[in-house]
């Protein structure tokens, strides 16, 4: 009897570990992504750029899981940094709130990516603290 509870108990141990592998959090982080930007309502922002603090989580499919030890199997981080990069660059935002949603937005059109975290500070705004805005459904 205490052999078949044991044996149960092992099994169900086994069970709950090939579940918790299989339902994973695959994610890509870019951290502390420092760039120039043109983003603000006030004429100083638009004639002169600052400094843009961004930080990214992206949540991916677990179909994005590499089968191969090989870029091609798997999501390029360089290409979600470009992808920021691209639109940082691309023309000037009066909003940080619209630049947020642009580059989330962007983001999410990839197949892989099931849900993003987009937070860009402006560190240099005030002399007392640093403001931010974030975009998130994960």
């Known amino acids: 009897m205490v052999e078949r509870i044991l044996l149960l108990q092992e099994e169900m141990l086994d069970y709950n570990k ?3 592998m299989k339902v994973r959090n695959r994610k890509i982080l870019i951290n502390n992504l420092i760039i120039q930007a043109s983003v603000g309502v006030y004429e100083y922002e638009k004639q002169n750029k600052q400094k843009l603090i961004v930080n990214v989580e992206l949540l991916l499919s677990n ?4 089968k191969q030890d090989n870029l091609e199997s798997t999501q390029d981080y360089s290409q979600f940094r470009k992808c920021l990069i691209d639109i ?22 990839n197949s892989y990516v099931i849900g993003a975290k987009v937070n860009i500070s402006k560190p240099n705004i005030f002399n007392d603290c640093e403001v931010a805005y974030e975009l998130s459904n994960i």
């Open 18 to 20: 090939n579940i918790s």
């Open 63 to 66: 179909d994005s899981e590499p």
């Open 88 to 109: 940082i660059q691309s023309q000037h935002f009066q909003l940080l709130e619209v630049l947020v949603e642009k580059i989330h937005s962007t983001l999410m059109i």
